[in-house]
């Protein structure tokens, strides 16, 4: 998927739950803010990302580190980063919550490519994919349309 769909399904899906965790207006907007960085967070390993070329020196160490659709393109990394946040960095709930919500809905649309990625990753290496298309292919809009009426769905069940 193309970065501007991953920051517009991220985006979109932090602005439908939010109203439903938050009171605040601040955590609101820390929230989605933080969902928006999430949302494109794992596309720090490709060379050519938004958030790549927004943050090179990162951009420059993750490349050393990882490979592309490789750890950061996992839950456990999602997993990891939480453990990171609660021992070390405390940041606050809407925007860990945020970040987290944006980081998936990442990988939930990866898995509607080609490329797919590793879900029970460490446990198995085996990318899942539900479709055969390829970045920025027209069925990569309509999955992401798909995807967040299930969001807007859910919000009107609960």
Known sequence: MKGTLHL?????S????STQLFASNNDVLLFIGSAMFGSL???LDHKTSIISNKLPVLAFIVHRFFSRRGMLHTPLFIFLLSIFN???LHFPLPMWSGLALGYLCHLIQDTFTK????WLYPISKISIH????KSGAISNYFVTFFLFCLIVG????L
């Open 154 to 157: 859910w919000k009107y069940i």
């Open 41 to 43: 967070l794992p596309d």
């Open 14 to 17: 932090a602005v439908v739950i």
């Open 115 to 118: 490329g797919g990625i590793m």
């Open 130 to 133: 539900f479709s055969n298309a």
């Open 86 to 88: 609660i021992h070390i």
């Open 8 to 12: 517009t399904f991220g985006t979109a």
